[in-house]
């Protein structure tokens, strides 16, 4: 080290600060280069979703920012006197506490440093043994403080949680989200990381700016007394002309926060997407072409990352030098003041010991203020940051709202088309009436358009009533999942009116039916759960009878029982599926049920037993299917031509059937 020593001198210093001013130029202007040609490169692909995403990129911290911090607040806090509040008055009472500790540690150890100094044996001993004795009650306070922080982040998170899902799982918003509004790609990322991210920052902010600003306020107090109340004033100034500078210069945080939270949602939706679609995907010998596209946006997300690590490293070398060393230096010529005037009249008969010992106290204290100044325009960085995660989840909850009282946001494609064809409808999504009443399904002059205004029958007309089954057929894209959507309530009416039964006297049937998380039981009685099978009074025996209605009895003895759990959907086969889920059609009992090729993997036999039970039973069914089997099972037909034109009419003896 000596023979490195002698280079560290003034002059070299500054060559070598002007090097590294040089090296970071250089190094920005290429990453700079790097991010401007992968603008260019991916320009085509992105400029949609970009200035889709322009107008909900604001982040600053401004008084937007405040009004959404506030607003979340509420959800987070929702009373004065709760459990939330409680923690948030311990971290504050401990913060006040870990202060005063401070306090003490530095006049203690300045005094065992006199002692030492002064040789005074007795001295040391005495404040020593003081030292030691309250060790335990300054760790003590450290851990409650870490408690309260730790709890109130678990806190925060259980209620934004439990608000955001109580608007997420409201009757279908789930569904909207992603399939009605695109305002929104990938809401799973919002509602567990970013949530998370989010409460971690709120309360790591309230502990880095409460902290700090406490401990200015106390030491302000004890130097004033000390060195008087200019060297606290120029502290505070340096604090307010740094702390405006640098948030000016952050500034970009918030954006690239938001930037950096969508990507890492974009990468992990295609993770997930390999995993659900693993099976058609090994089908195709995808894994090349699947290969391309994670890396393609792990590559865009990797770019952004290394984009926002240079700035928080250029923006890191400003804080540091200007939030700590010349923090340090202001701190060192306000301490110096009546030690160096020396017709001050504080030390004009102080010994050498008395001025050592009140230089280290006084030095020390600003040395703790100026580190809490610095904290606080360093706070600044993570409250930039937190206003990017703000942003999201204010959105997110902006895009809730919409959605449960009707609103969306989709591209319309239909409106956006060439004037050659003329468009004769006004599309605004929910203009029309839907009526409930019981055994009855009537579409009258309802429009069949697609949430992004895809006009697939311009006005559908028939009625029918419980007891009259409906096969419905045409080609594929003509519209028949598209009437069942609009049936269940999934895609809003454009208009018409709609009479129906309620939701709950309406079933689907899919193709490929959904098994749950849970027991053998769960898979015929979904969604409800054991408590309501008990209070609608059917045993375990009756579900025993729907099973061997679909030919499923052996299951019950295959699988252990009622109450076995398993993965359902690789337990059971794709016809054992799709017949659990007649079976569920029959334990609910609902006035109407929507088949979509829900028999297609079931033999003709079984598939005729199951038509039969449902007319038995007293369930009208509307029916998708290509086999000519089914057509005995029907009183009337709906067939689309996949051109705009339908025709609704009742089976005869002279109808030709088509189908295979």
């Not at 002692?115 to 005495?126: E, H, L, M, V, Y």
């Not at 995993?275 to 995808?286: D, K, Q, V, W």
């Not at 709950?504 to 979904?526: A, H, S």
Request: charged fraction near 25%; include cysteine; aromatic fraction near 10%.
């Amino acid at each position: 080290m000596a023979a490195y020593s002698k280079f560290l001198t003034a002059r070299h210093s500054a060559i070598a600060g002007a090097a590294a001013a040089c090296a970071l130029f250089c190094l920005l202007s290429k990453r700079r280069g790097a991010a401007q040609h992968g603008k260019r490169s991916g320009k085509q692909a992105l400029q949609n979703n970009e200035q889709k995403e322009g107008k909900k990129e604001r982040a600053m911290v401004d008084r937007v920012f405040i009004a959404r911090i506030c607003r979340i607040l509420k959800i987070m806090v929702p009373r004065t006197l709760c459990k939330e509040t409680g923690y948030l008055l311990l971290i504050a009472v401990m913060l006040v506490v870990r202060t005063y500790c401070d306090i003490w540690m530095i006049q203690n150890g300045t005094v065992i440093e006199s002692a030492i100094i002064g040789r005074s044996r007795k001295d040391f001993k005495k404040y020593l043994f003081n030292f030691i004795a309250a060790m335990p009650a300054i760790s003590l306070v450290n851990n409650f403080l870490k408690y309260g922080l730790n709890e109130l982040k678990l806190c925060f998170r259980v209620r934004l949680t439990r608000y955001l899902y109580e608007e997420y799982l409201k009757t279908y918003t789930y569904y909207k989200m992603g399939n009605l509004d695109n305002r929104i790609a990938n809401p799973d990322q919002l509602l567990t990381q970013d949530v998370e991210k989010f409460c971690n920052s709120v309360v790591d902010l309230y502990s880095n700016l409460s902290k700090p600003f406490l401990d200015i306020v106390l030491y302000i107090f004890k130097l004033t007394s000390a060195i008087g109340a200019q060297g606290p004033a120029s502290m505070m100034a340096y604090l307010i002309i740094s702390g405006f500078f640098l948030t000016r210069l952050r500034r970009p945080i918030g954006k690239m926060t938001i930037i950096e939270q969508k990507y890492e949602g974009e990468y992990r939706y295609v993770n997930s997407r390999l995993i659900t679609n693993s099976e058609e995907i090994a089908f195709y010998n995808g894994n090349l072409r699947e290969k391309q596209t994670i890396h393609k946006t792990f590559r865009k997300l990797v770019e952004h990352l290394h984009n926002f690590i240079l700035f928080r490293f250029s923006m890191g070398f400003i804080d540091t030098i200007i939030a700590k060393y010349l923090a340090t230096v202001v701190g060192y010529l306000v301490v110096s003041r009546p030690f160096l005037n020396l017709s001050d009249p504080r030390h004009q008969n102080s010994t050498h010991a008395e001025l050592l010992e009140d230089y280290y106290q006084s030095g020390r204290m600003l040395l703790r203020m100026s580190q809490a100044l610095g904290r606080i325009v360093l706070a600044g960085r993570e409250m930039t940051r937190l206003a990017g995660f703000t942003a999201r989840i204010t959105e997110l909850m902006q895009v809730l709202k919409d959605l449960n009282s009707g609103k969306y946001q989709r591209t319309m494609i239909s409106q956006e088309k060439d004037g050659d064809k003329k468009q004769p409808l006004s599309l605004i999504p929910g203009s029309g009436e839907i009526i409930n009443s019981d055994n009855l399904i009537k579409f009258d002059h309802v429009p069949l358009v697609t949430p992004n205004g895809d006009v697939l029958i311009e006005d559908l007309n028939f009625e029918v009533r419980s007891g009259a089954n409906v096969l419905i057929c045409g080609p594929n894209g003509c519209g028949k999942s598209s009437l069942f959507r609009v049936l269940g309530e999934l895609w809003p009416l454009f208009g018409g009116r709609l009479t129906k039964p309620v939701r709950g006297k309406l079933f689907y049937v899919p193709q490929r039916p959904y098994m749950t998380l849970g027991t053998l039981r769960d898979q015929v009685i979904y969604p409800d759960t054991l408590e309501d099978q008990k209070k609608k009074g059917i045993s375990d025996q009756v579900l025993k009878e729907y099973l061997d209605n679909v030919q499923l009895g052996p299951i019950l003895e295959r699988e252990g029982g009622w109450d076995s759990v398993q993965d359902w959907m690789d337990v059971l086969s794709g016809g054992e599926k799709q017949r659990m889920a007649m079976a569920r059609l029959f334990y609910h009992k609902p006035q109407f049920a929507i088949l979509d090729e829900c028999t297609s993997a079931v033999s003709v036999d079984v598939e005729g037993y199951i038509y039969s039970h449902c007319r038995k039973v007293g369930i009208t069914l509307f029916t998708v299917s290509h086999r000519k089997s089914l057509w005995k099972h029907h009183d009337f037909y709906l067939h689309m031509d996949g051109r705009g034109n339908y025709e609704f009419k009742k089976i005869t003896e002279d109808t030709v059937e088509f189908g295979s």
